[in-house]
């Protein structure tokens, strides 16, 4: 049996409130008022489609050996890099094994069910065992577009198998149409658009459809069969029409989570199915419709693994974790859509040397230090002597992950002085549980909320950015570990 | 048996820049103006000097790298000069080199100079170069130097139970202490005389230091001039001679950042380094046979904690002795920082050591006027503090008569 065998979502802290958008930009578009309803979620100013693939990726790896995976499919439009495979920064992040298989999957909204779906037939075809799929995406609209209203950022992540599966892959039925309703050239930061009426009448009317009848008539089903249908469509109106075209009844329909959220592309359905996960039980038949450059069709059951799966901070929790983002400015500096200036201090030059990240690799990426086999003391960055000033063994480390360690707060401070998009720069020494020190940046956080002893949890962000080289570097933050009722 | 360093070496002249913003000098000329002092103090020649040792730190605005800035600027005549960096005790690690070299018999006469140059980065604070190389880059938070030590506070705050406001206080009378100096003192950098209340009251600059908890960032040149013992009691009278009486640099292995057992709340090599360079004086109760000290406050939190790394404070009880005005130049107690210190002589780095050392020289030798001197003075300590609390050098200085 082939299906989801575990999975994640991940949705970024801050939330703008869209009246501030229109507040700040209705002057020029008026029409916006349409869309600034709700909030959207704005990924951190050391957020991008990778780290939140990552974050993700191991709210699904919750109660998996990270090394389980035989490969990782990451599927997003707004990937940070062109050349450089991002697939292979998260396996790196994710801790993987060497030997896996990777790609990126782009260029459509699509793209995250293609990716399961490629997943699905690598396990399918006996080659693979387990693969995990991340999609997520960050598309920015311009100053006063609809666009700017109504995206959002999030993620999901599934680890895909041949068994111990929740939900069964039954069958899919995907549809290839050079149907152009959003675009971006392979050098434009902002999406572009063709007129909505044609996007709703001959994209969703005509595409979607087309596609559900196409899937239940390959599986000899019909709509009713399904307990949950989930599709990507932004259009409120439109969306009470497909209902009635399918013949769907409403209640089903996954919610999109436009006012909580927005839309994510390539991670919208995924985001979607991974929130149907949380409350399915055995038995229930899920499918899940993609939209964009066509559509891809997919249909799960879910079986009794269900409720064996461990708990999870899902899409309910990340909802429920939210904050206001206070301006409207801070998410255009965030985003680099407008300049700003950080001072002098902020012009020095930081290069990338690319041979010594080689070098320090599982260390930088994936948070990985060492642990020294004679005396168990666990140590970051990695040493070759033990830091331990009672053992000072050479050469006798084995690698020791503290991407899934939680820690406690020695000391920390707010920074005004670093140069930073988002001061004060938070930073502390911190003691994880197990043993290991560090200072790492804390982020997701306030100042005022921080207590010397309090539980951090490491999460894997943007580092810097070199707008020059146009170069992301990651590294590990700490974020405070929060229960949210 | 190795028996250390004490009375082996003799301070023979020393000089000192005024610190600050001398937009109008380069490092060149503010070694001239060190060195020139110096040597006139010494009472010896140039060409008498033997070897030349200096000390600077962020060279990429200023002089170079190597020790033949130094040389061209002074026009030392083809002396052996080794440049020494060790982060802010750079100045300190130049007066060890020449009194290394003395104390070896290798010369007679050695100069160390430190001279630094920080006004030309174009902005407040120290510049933004990666001085811990690429991977503490690439590996740890993206700190500057009053967020790093800003986290004495908040970790001593917490092991002691105080609320930040109390703490606050007590490092507010530490930046207060050292303006009452500063103001009195001609070379100093900032010579304002503040209330309390401003400092408590400044903006803040890493949580919870305020911008009068840090130091002066400041251009300047200090410079010493060392010899045997004998070849300086053959040109001086003997009531004008110090010696150094322990010389110890202590750096730190990595535990501190790395292994669990340092809470935060001090300085592990202050504390090391200061243990062994009492041994090495024969000091037993530094809080009693200590005169007077010039540490490294960079922020007031700074010198609170090495109160207590340099036992003369009891742990925890800093903040008490600081309030009793123990620390105060006429407080009865150890007077710290009788200059101003980092905080108002200023920190041009590569200078900051050979400063304390000019400082603690010039009291004991009881050369200024009566209101900002130290009454009958004996023993005299620097400590020069490079790196941030979890990683660092630290070097110490006794000096006696």
């Known amino acids: ?392 063994a050479r050469d006798e480390m084995e690698e020791y992950y503290f991407s899934d360690k939680t820690a406690k707060i020695a000391s920390y401070t707010g920074d005004n002085l670093v140069a930073s998009i988002n001061p004060p720069q938070i930073y502390g020494n911190i003691l994880f549980e197990g043993g290991g020190k560090t200072m790492m940046d804390f982020t997701d956080c306030d100042l005022e909320s921080l207590k010397v002893g309090m539980s951090v949890a490491p999460a894997f962000r943007i580092k810097y950015y070199d707008e020059r080289r146009g170069i992301v570097r990651y590294f590990w933050k700490a974020v405070p570990v929060k229960e949210v009722e | 048996m190795a028996k250390g360093i004490k009375d082996k070496v003799a301070v023979l002249g020393m000089g000192c820049s005024k610190f600050g913003e001398r937009w109008d000098m380069e490092s060149e000329d503010l070694m001239i103006e060190a060195f020139t002092e110096c040597i006139a103090d010494a009472g010896i020649e140039k060409k008498q000097l033997e070897a030349c040792w200096l000390g600077s730190y962020f060279i990429e605005i200023n002089i170079g790298k190597a020790g033949i800035p130094a040389a061209v600027a002074l026009k030392l005549p083809f002396l052996p000069v080794t440049r020494v960096e060790n982060k802010c005790a750079s100045g300190s690690e130049a007066f060890r080199g020449a009194c290394y070299a003395v104390a070896s018999g290798a010369c007679d006469f050695a100069l160390a100079i430190g001279a630094e140059k920080l006004k030309d980065a174009g902005y407040g604070g120290l510049p933004a170069i990666a001085v811990d190389g690429q991977m503490e880059v690439m590996l740890h938070a993206d700190w500057t130097a009053p967020g790093a030590f800003a986290q004495l506070a908040s970790a001593y705050q917490a092991k002691y139970g105080m609320s930040m406001e109390q703490l606050k206080e007590a490092m507010a009378y530490v930046s207060w202490k050292s303006h009452q100096n500063g103001v009195m003192n001609p070379r100093a950098h900032l010579r304002r005389d503040v209330t309390k209340e401003q400092i408590m009251k400044s903006p803040m600059i890493a949580y919870p230091l305020g911008l009068f908890d840090c130091c002066g960032v400041s251009d300047g040149a200090a410079a010493a001039i060392v010899t045997t013992p004998e070849i300086a009691r053959s040109l001086k009278k003997d009531e004008e001679i110090v010696y150094v009486k322990s010389l110890q640099i202590a750096c730190s292995s990595g535990e501190e950042a790395m292994y669990t057992d340092w809470d935060g709340t001090s300085v592990m090599s202050t504390t090391l380094a200061a243990q062994r360079a009492y041994d090495e004086a024969g000091i037993k109760n530094p809080r009693e046979e200590i005169s007077m000290m010039e540490v490294h406050d960079c922020f007031s939190i700074t010198e609170l904690v090495t109160m207590e790394d340099l036992q003369i404070s009891q742990r925890g009880k800093a903040p008490e002795d600081i309030l009793n005005g123990f620390y105060d130049l006429k407080g009865g107690g150890v007077p710290c920082q009788t200059d101003g210190g980092l905080k108002c002589f200023g920190h041009p780095i590569g200078a900051s050591g050979l400063r304390m050392i000019y400082e603690m020289y010039s009291q004991l030798l009881q050369r200024w006027p009566e209101e900002r001197s130290v009454k009958d003075p004996r023993l005299a300590l620097t400590h020069n503090l490079g790196g941030i609390p979890n990683r660092n050098v630290v070097s110490l200085v006794i000096l006696g008569k």
Not at chain 1, 15 to 39: C, D, P, Q, V, Y
Not at chain 1, 86 to 113: C, P, Y
Not at chain 1, 146 to 168: K, N
Request: hydrophobic content about 35%.
């Open chain 1, 1 to 392: 049996m082939i299906g989801i065998r575990s999975y994640g979502a991940y949705i970024p802290r801050y939330r703008l409130n869209r009246k501030k958008i229109f507040e700040n930009m209705g002057w020029l578009n008026s029409a916006t008022a349409a869309h600034s309803r709700g909030e959207k979620a704005v990924a951190n100013f050391d957020e991008d489609p990778v780290t939140m693939a990552v974050a993700a990726g191991m709210n699904c790896n919750n109660g998996f050996e990270r090394t389980e995976p035989d490969g990782v499919y990451f599927a997003s439009t707004t990937l940070p890099y062109k050349e450089r495979q991002n697939a292979g920064i998260i396996a790196t992040a994710l801790g993987m094994r060497e030997n896996v298989r990777s790609a990126d999957f782009t260029g459509a909204l699509k793209s995250g069910t293609t990716a399961m779906l490629s997943a699905l037939e690598a396990v399918g075809s006996g080659e693979m065992k387990n693969m995990l799929v991340c999609a997520s995406d960050c598309r920015l609209g311009k100053m006063g577009s609809p666009q700017e209203m109504i995206f959002g950022d999030g993620a999901a992540a599934f680890l895909i198998s041949d068994h111990d599966v929740i939900a069964e892959y039954k069958g899919s039925y995907s549809i290839t149409s050079d149907f152009v309703d959003h675009f971006r050239g392979s050098f434009e930061k902002f999406d572009r658009q063709w007129e909505d009426r044609w996007i709703r009448d001959i994209g969703y009317e005509d595409l979607i459809p087309k596609t559900v009848e196409g899937l239940l008539k390959k599986n000899a089903l019909k709509i009713d069969d399904f307990a949950k249908v989930i599709y990507a469509c932004h259009y409120t109106g439109e969306r009470k029409k497909l209902n009635k075209n399918l013949g769907v009844d409403p209640e089903k329909v996954q919610d999109i989570m436009l006012g909580e959220i927005g839309d994510m592309g390539a991670a919208q359905p995924m985001v979607m199915l991974a929130g149907a996960l949380e409350d399915a039980k055995p038995g229930d038949k899920i499918l899940v419709v993609s939209f964009g450059s066509g559509c891809d069709a997919i249909y799960f059951e879910i079986t009794d693994k269900i409720n064996d799966l461990k708990k999870r901070k899902g899409v309910v929790w990340h909802l429920a974790n939210k904050a206001e983002l206070d301006t409207y400015a801070k998410y255009l500096v965030w985003r680099n859509i407008i300049p700003f200036e950080t001072g002098l201090r902020g012009e020095e030059d930081s290069p990338t040397r690319w041979s010594m990240i080689w070098r320090y690799n599982k260390a930088i990426y994936g948070f990985c230090g060492s642990k020294c086999k004679k005396c168990g003391t666990p140590q970051f960055p990695p040493q070759r002597i033990c830091v331990n000033p009672e053992c000072g």
